[in-house]
């Protein structure tokens, strides 16, 4: 049974009621509304087919990144840049996490896509939307939502292919300008990094009861592919590494990922090479090791690419040098 009551000059609240379901009422601001919805509710009830979407529309965005943030994140290796990206978008669109799951439109994020690519590149923008779609589709099934509505958005084309390489002298500048950095950690990290090829998460989870200076190689367990592995050391990582004091925590680079990018976003800012971030310190190792005469398999077992066509983007060799090999 159905009732329609107005309640006010610009409110009519419908109530349906059928045996077997949960009372579903809503409130519209015309009778029509109400009457259209009461008979597409009440023929989904006939038909079994009728879902309760009132959870949908009483959840709001913001409580679902919220729980987000404090359930999946964790289990997820980039938990600290995703926290970040989620309360970023939290405090920058309190209007659209405020309305309830039910009522976001595919073009909600279209117009956010499109004003996030005037501030920020087009693969930032994608990953922002890449989690975003992450986060609903999470309790998507849970609201009784028929879509997700970030499914439909558009993503940026991202270029992401990098061609960065240190030119020579490059290096002895940002090695003396790392040398007045405050902290510590972030010298010994970047010559690791050109050393062994490591991401800055693996760097950071390095632990010197992993670390076989005898044998010369570091056992990573927790990698971007989700296997272990071990990367051989150089004579120059293993000179950086006996120089390093043993932390108490065990640690052999005791520093945050935030600490590490912003020491050393201020040091490239002050060699003149803000165009080089620290991912390219990883671009730079491969591309040399490819330089040196190693083969795309021993590459592959240093980096830890399982794909060796998605290895082949991190290379780069210096055109200078195989016209050295063109004789």
Sequence with gaps: MATINQRGPYQWQAKVR???????????????DAEAWVSITESEMVRSVFVDRSLGESTTFQ??????????????????SEILRL???????????????????????????????????????????????????????KLALHENPISDVKRPRVRDSRDTRLLSGEEEVLMAELDNCRNPWIKPAVILALESAMRRGELLSMRWENVNLQERFVHLEDTKNGESRNVPLSSRAIDTLNALPRSIEGRV?????????????????????????????????????????????EVAAVSGHKDLQSLKRYTNLKASDLAKKMG
């Design 253 to 297: 680079l005791p520093t945050t990922p935030e600490g590490l990018k912003n020491a050393f976003e201020r040091t490239r800012k002050r060699a003149n090479l803000e165009h080089f971030n620290f991912h390219d310190l990883r671009h730079e190792a491969i591309s040399r090791l490819f330089e040196r005469g190693w083969n795309v398999m």
């Design 18 to 32: 059928r045996k077997g379901y949960p009372t579903q009422s809503k409130t519209f601001e015309s009778k029509r």
């Design 63 to 80: 409580e679902v990144i919220e729980s987000y943030i404090e359930n999946v994140c964790p289990s997820h290796k980039g938990c600290s």
């Design 87 to 141: 309360k970023r978008f939290m405090r920058e669109k309190p209007k659209l996490v405020a309305r309830g799951m039910a009522t976001l439109k595919t073009q909600d994020f279209e117009h956010y896509r499109n004003e996030r690519s005037e501030q920020v590149k087009p693969g930032t923008v994608k990953r922002e939307l890449n989690l975003l779609h992450s986060v609903i589709e999470n309790v998507r099934k």
